[in-house]
């Protein structure tokens, strides 16, 4: 008989019952290494962790598969410099939680500071999940309108803005369970408050159940605490007909007619949404241009689509004044324009959280807009507080505050693969999508780069064709002479998708021959790549 080797069998899971599934195996399994002492559970750098506490561990799993391959941080190492953390992180977003989850896999002893009942941040609650799952929904409804089966069902009724953010409601939960896990996993502590500073060390803790204040003390901080809403003095948002981007998920009644204030990301993202449940909108734009800062072909394509959806751009207009009534709202602008409307949707910028700090104790200051300056460690003036995420401005993006967050703790930590984030992929979720890497026609033109284009129309690929999305274009800029790629732009359904084949050819050093030697399945939207890079190859003489 063949004796088995101990080492060869040693961690491994006997292989399950005959009569229990792999899953139900897993958890057994789990709960037994959970039962041991902390001394005999191997964490992944094959390292003991001392025993103090015996520790169930079956709750931490995301899906019962997990207990073959969940890491357990190992229990952090106690703190030599007399404070009660190594770090302290303000705010439970997607920066927050980056930073945090990074700090405790290198192990600090870390503790996280927010007022919210639940992680997440307003990314999470009233910010990027719930407008997302709320654009899609409203597109789904348009997809039935266009549909010949369904349209003559759906072209005149109304849809309560209520009623479709059930499914927002259905994400955010699952999204925070699941973030929880991530905290509970890697032994991160959260503390429910508002924190201040007191002195360069320590913080005031205001619990928000009436628990009273406590204090914190820690090494080095992180202020993750994101923004909000800017909302000017002229305009009271007590008022049940006047909102903001974090209000306007509070609407329960049904308005005819909308006057959304502000052009930028959220104003155009809002105004798809409201067009799409049937609203008459109004888009007050102070500038000459949508969404200037994108490639002029995108910015035009999104103004005529718009248009065609019925959507009323005003350019080039300020507020002077609101009325506000019981049953509707009157802006006058300072052109002289007056525009009545059921509600108004004010989306002109947002201001960071900083306000609450007491940033005066750690030798910092806020600008105007409540932001916090960085150097490209993403350390403020206080050589020992880092600050991430909406905080410090540009880009203001969700994924972009995810990745500052885990470089700002890499440099925390002295990770040598730190960097500062600048190469930021621009999504927007209008209804069609928008996203962009790179330079735009306008920059290379200014900087005199020679280049080409070339591009692929949706309506010519045969995927679009087959679900009857034809409107949309992908841009790809690149270098007449090297064929480097420059920038790509994209334009369409499921552009925030598509942009990501582009950002990884980019980030690799490939050149335009790239795509055209790269086999694409058939059909797909991927293809656009082929097809433009064949079309700006063809303008090269």
């Not at 037994?32 to 003991?48: F, G, H, Q, V």
């Not at 955010?172 to 500073?197: C, D, M, P």
């Not at 995927?463 to 999305?469: A, D, H, L, N």
Request: charged share 25%; glycine share 8%.
């Amino acid at each position: 008989m063949t004796k088995t080797n101990p080492t060869e069998t040693a961690g491994k899971s006997p292989n399950p019952a005959k009569n229990e599934t792999k899953a139900e195996h897993a958890i057994k399994e789990q709960a037994k290494r959970s039962a041991l002492p902390e001394a005999e559970i191997k964490t992944p750098d094959s390292t003991n962790t001392p025993a103090h506490e015996e520790h169930d561990l079956s709750h931490l799993l995301i899906s019962p598969l997990d207990g073959q391959r969940i890491a357990i941080a190992p229990q952090k190492r106690k703190a030599r410099h007399g404070f009660e953390y190594d770090a302290v992180v303000l705010g439970a977003g997607p920066a927050g939680e980056a930073a945090a989850m990074k700090l405790a896999k290198s192990g600090l002893k870390v503790a996280v500071i927010d007022p919210r009942d639940q992680v997440g941040g307003n990314c999470a609650h009233v910010g990027t999940i719930p407008s997302k799952a709320l654009r899609q929904s409203v597109f789904n409804i348009i997809s039935m309108r266009r549909d010949p089966i369904f349209s003559s069902f759906t072209d005149n009724f109304q849809v309560p803005l209520n009623k479709v953010l059930s499914k927002a409601r259905r994400v955010i939960a699952s999204q925070v369970n699941t973030h929880k896990l991530f905290y509970e996993r890697n032994r991160v502590e959260i503390i429910q408050g508002w924190g201040r500073f007191i002195d360069k060390n320590t913080l005031e803790v205001e619990q928000v159940h009436g628990e009273g204040a406590k204090t914190v003390t820690f090494e080095k901080a992180v202020i993750a605490v994101g923004s909000r809403p800017y909302r000017p003095d002229l305009l009271d948002f007590d008022h049940p007909r006047v909102f903001d981007s974090d209000k306007i998920l509070q609407m329960d009644y049904v308005a005819r007619k909308i006057i959304i204030y502000g052009a930028g990301v959220i104003g155009c993202e809002y105004a798809s949404i409201f067009t799409g449940l049937g609203y008459v909108v109004d888009l007050i734009n102070n500038k000459e241009q949508l969404l200037s800062y994108l490639d002029d072909e995108i910015s035009d394509a999104l103004s005529h689509d718009f248009r065609q959806f019925g959507v009323r751009i005003r350019s080039n207009e300020e507020i002077e004044r609101l009325e506000t009534f019981d049953d509707c709202v009157v802006l006058h602008l300072k052109s002289g324009k007056k525009i009545k409307s059921d509600a108004i949707l004010w989306c002109n910028g947002r201001s960071g959280n900083t306000d609450g700090l007491n940033l005066e104790a750690v030798g910092l200051s806020a600008n105007s807009r409540g932001q916090l300056e960085v150097d490209q460690t993403y350390r403020t003036k206080a050589e020992h507080i880092y600050a991430v995420g909406d905080v410090i401005g540009w880009p203001s993006l969700a994924s972009a505050a995810y990745d500052q967050g885990r470089n700002a703790a890499g440099f925390m930590v002295g990770d040598k693969h730190a960097e500062f984030v600048n190469s930021v992929p621009t999504g927007i979720y209008t209804i069609p999508e928008i996203s962009s890497i790179g330079a735009t026609e306008e920059d290379l033109t200014r900087d005199q780069i020679p280049y080409e284009v070339g591009q692929a129309f949706f309506k010519h690929l045969a995927r679009s064709q087959i679900i009857g999305e034809r409107s949309g274009v992908l841009k790809i800029l690149f270098h007449r002479e090297t064929l480097q790629i420059l920038g790509i732009h994209c334009y369409g359904n499921h552009a925030s998708e598509i942009i990501h084949i582009g950002q990884a050819v980019m980030k690799c050093g490939h050149t335009l021959e790239y795509f055209i030697n790269t086999t694409f399945n058939y059909p797909t939207m991927a293809e656009a790549y082929r097809v433009a890079a064949l079309n700006g190859m063809n303008r090269i003489f």
